[in-house]
């Protein structure tokens, strides 16, 4: 194939001109120069035969350029391999640090991480933490339970007669609208004081128990009144296992009444807007006060549930859907004539965040028509719940049907699919304000072991759809002992700021005797529950011994993450669980979709896998060897995974001993500690020390500068062999103190680092010390003190050879400033040591290229230059082929790195643009590559990510109306009395305190006040070599805008070397690849539901009981309100008086014993 000449001329430069052999800024590397030995030649990569023929074209009597051939750009390739490689061979100096630890063998031991032992030594460690709550839980759970028996019920109890600290009293105190404000709180509130204390991130009273009473639930009844009454007796329980176990952190007891009780005592974090926590909505309740579901929701959408109906329901099938958990199964279906499902979803689906943010976006959809066909709703209901093809609960089995009302009692449907033995609960709600007859809907109910509710205003929503879990409790009281068992729950972030934390729950049932008939009472009382923060969890495991790339992780029956490296939620919502699953968390594959599995049926395991892995700063994909090794945490439904590369089989454990048995002085006086001493930087390179838990007494800071100042402070007091001290850490941060210096007093202090172009040479240790030489190159250093933090670090770990690092940049920020030669790439290698057979890797060596000057270099070493000093020259009558240095403006050569991203460029205009993605440099250029398989991309989505709060006005799939009356209906004295009209006056006054539920998302209402972003889900990409693995010359082929280019792979490095011709024309900018994340709503929850994720729900399931008694179904009454009670609230609403609330509470009779 014949390719068109470039001439010379306007399009080029003048060949003759005058070009810098090597940059010499400074004192850089100039004629006549130390130049490094380029060592002995590389074997060429394996050629693929080449695709063009590249001969040369040129008008006779001129001289003309040629695309250079492929043996040519093999050559300049060549050129910089030995580059790269000389000056590292110099400057990195792996071979002389490999001799450094050789000569100081007798300082220290290399000790072997054994797999299987340390994970069973570490689950061992956490099912012993997790017992210790549990014995606590159980005597909390006993006296609860006894408490509560001996409790005499008191029917005139009042207010003044309780005393208790009132959790949200300082809050409301301060806020002069304040319902208690209001009226004059009659309750004695205790006013406490309170200290702070770290382990609770919070300020605490350990003498008290604290309160929390829903905002909607009235504090004067009598229920709860005498609940308070009773749970005052817990307090010296709390007490008493703290004085046991002082490590334990909150306590509570959430009742079936919705009061809270914890201790210790510290103020509720008031929200922002009215607080709508109930702790019967918390996961940990509801996991606790029930055994898994499985649930259908059937709402009728005939034509007479319109306006405020409508609303209501669909606004009470979102709160139904926030009672489930990840154990649960649900679908949701609308029906009239017919029933059909309102999402996607046309079987049961598991219950978790995304699924049901699917059916909540769906019911908003919801339309009114036709006429109502209960027979269709409850046919479509049993069909799903009889689907044994499908991954279900396989426990509770229960119907919800929302309706304004109806005649049918559809008991041949019943017959049909539930009777005699009744598997099926059924749960009606008669919704709005109606006159309706009732009974049909209470009859379902009771004659399917189910409850009847009605929900007549938005006040009655919360408290009605959560009662059902009294109702499914009543099996697990039944049951006794047998159902007393703990259970663990997923991540979860704690609602008093303690940051993520799982919790131990324990049912509380009501030991009474129902009636003078002695029959066995079946109310659960509540759940009692420990938590236990994941901080702590993570303290057992080890830390450092398993190198940058080594971690431990544990995951729950669901796959959810427990511990994970990157279980890092950037926000949360305490509403909802943390759910972060195994094979999110990683890059899947087919390999841990197996070991997944295999922990979740609770096996131990051991694997080798390839697989690939993100890297820290998620830009880059690297392939690489893992050993998993897996076993179960016995008495949880946990399982505990130890993951290790190769190389951090063995790690290096410091033994100082002779130096610690002559010093008897403070830690200061040690040998080699001189280095660590700011005094010593100017000599000796700047020191990072990483801020790990050396001592309890270290004063942690972000800056380390001063955290080093710091650690010397208390270095000046503390022995070496200080119990406070962990002394693997001390010891290892010594050792490679005196380590590093060694390396600057053998190689770095007696070199020229600007004779090569370098701004600063460095080691990082796995002890934890980075070393930047010379000291004043630390003022431009950015990457993260913490060696096991620092992305450069972890990379050249799982890398062979050199790994550069540009400097990353964003797209929508400025480019690199590239003054005052700051700009730096930075090149890697990590230490590979062989002691006595065992191998491993402790440190990590590089330099950081001055950008401007290499890329000065990279032109010369991309040329044709047969001498130092002078550029080829083409004569009048010659064809010559084209170079990086001389045809710049016809020729583009580039270094890109295993990523996609710019390194270095012959062309000077994109040197500000180093470390962005090079589809932004040239699209065109970065397609070809990709579409010619030197790169291979991968998508993956991010579930921990925070997106800023959309507008308003975006929060909903539907407009939010409500019914407005006419004038003609002001005008009807009839209207007035009509149930519309009192439906809409609820609205009104319940839309004071509750407004936002239809105007803004719960979570803000019930969140942290401090919160300004929400949850999201981002797709990221990211490129990664692919199988091609040698040199290659190919077109992009556009007609005359077609352009030649070659790339290469450089041996023993993460660059592709890529020439190419300039484009002429824009025309073929037809495609650009993106590597920027972006925000998504992951992948089609429609499509994966399809092939759901293998999970087991919990061992244990309580779903029925001979001896259950149904008779207590629920008796509601619909009747018209009275002209008097309407002309009141009119009243109220013409002088802007907020109505208090009416009680809430929903008492059964066999509470009051």
Known sequence: MAVRARTCGASRPDPARKALPWPSRGSRLGPGARRPAAGPPRPLALLLPP??????????????????????????????????????RIFGGVQQLREIYKDNRNLFEVQENEPQKLVEKVAGDIESLLDRKVQALKRLADAAENFQKAHRWQDNIKEEDIVYYDAKADAELDDPESEDVERGSKASTLRLDFVEDSNFKNKVNYSYTAVQIPTDIYKGSTVILNELNWTEALENVFMENRRQDPTL????????????RYYPATPWRAPKKIDLYDVRRRPWYIQGASSPKDMVIIVDVSGSVSGLTLKLMKTSVCEMLDTLSDDDYVNVASFNEKAQPVSCFTHLVQANVRNKKVFKEAVQGMVAKGTTGYKAGFEYAFDQLQNSNITRANCNKMIMMFTDGGEDRVQDVFEKYNWPNRTVRVFTFSVGQHNYDVTPLQWMACTNKGYYFEIPSIGAIRINTQEYLDVLGRPMVLAGKEAKQVQWTNVYED????????????????????GPGEKKNQLILGVMGIDVALNDIKRLTPNYTLGANGYVFAIDLNGYVLLHPNLKPQTTNFREPVTLDFLDAELEDENKEEIRRSMIDGNKGHKQIRTLVKSLDERYIDEVTRNYTWVPIRSTNYSLGLVLPPYSTFYLQANLSDQILQVKLPISKLKDFEFLLPSSFESEGHVFIAPREYCKDLNASDNNTEFLKNFIELMEKVTPDSKQCNNFLLHNLILDTGITQQLVERVWRDQDLNTYSLLAVFA??????????????????????????????????????????PPQQDALLRPLELENDTVGILVSTAVELSLGGRTLRPAVVGVKLDLEAWAEKFKVLASNRTHQDQPQKCGPNSHCEMDCEVNNEDLLCVLIDDGGFLVLSNQNHQWDQVG?????????????????????????????????????GNLGAAPRGIFVPTIADFLNLAWWTSAAAWSLFQQLLYGLIYHSWFQADPAEAEGNPEVRESSCVMKQTQYYFGSVNASYNAIIDCGNCSRLFHAQRLINTNLLFVVAEKPLCSQCEAGRLLQKETHSDGPEQCELVQRPRYRRGPHICFDYNATEDTSDCGRGASFPPSLGVLVSLQLLLLLGLPPRPQPQVHAHPSRQL
Not at 495 to 514: E, H, I, K, S, Y
Request: hydrophobic share 40%; charged share 15%.
């Open 51 to 88: 695709l063009l023929l590249l001969p040369l074209l040129a008008a006779p009597g001129a001289s003309a350029y040629s695309f250079p051939q492929q043996h040519t750009m093999q050559h300049w390739a060549r050129r910089l391999e030995q580059e790269i490689d000389g000056v590292m």
């Open 764 to 805: 990082a240790t796995d002890g934890g010390i980075t070393r930047v030489f010379p000291n004043k190159a630390a003022e431009d250093w950015t990457e993260n003190p913490e060696p096991f933090n620092a992305s450069f670090y972890r990379r050249s770990l799982d890398n062979h050879g050199y790994v550069f690092k």
């Open 249 to 260: 952190l909150w306590q509570v007891f959430g009742s079936a009444t919705g009061v809270t």
């Open 916 to 952: 962005r993605f090079f589809s932004e440099v040239d699209a065109n250029l970065m397609l070809a590559l990709y579409n010619n398989s030197f790169y291979t991309r991968k998508e993956s989505y991010d579930y921990q990510a925070a997106c800023a709060p959309l507008p308003p």
């Open 495 to 514: 609602a008093l700021g303690l940051g993520m934390v799982v919790t131990g729950t324990l049912p509380v049932f009501n030991l009474t005797q129902d």
